[in-house]
């Protein structure tokens, strides 16, 4: 992506489709106004010019308890397992 102002290595970015669909995705390398995101859910449908990006300034959390323990999880931090 370029003309991002400020992007953080690990920040989080919301991404929102033509059509409504909404995706995740995070920064996994900035240069100047420049950054690569990966997209969690996949590519499929994105447009460069109908396509809206949102840098969150966050990085992606997770709670952490004794209820995790032992549950898989998917890279936005959502139980796969059950």
């Known amino acids: 992506m370029r003309n991002v102002k400020f992007p953080v290595f690990g920040e989080i970015v919301r991404i929102s489709l033509k059509d409504g669909t909404k995706r995740m995705g995070q920064v996994l390398e ?11 859910e996949g590519t499929r449908g994105i447009d460069v010019k109908n396509t809206v990006c949102e840098f969150t300034g966050d990085v992606l959390r997770m709670p952490v308890s004794e209820d995790i323990l032992g549950r898989t999880f998917n890279g936005t931090g959502k139980p796969i397992d059950k």
């Open 30 to 40: 900035t240069c100047g106004e420049k950054a690569v995101v990966q997209v969690y």
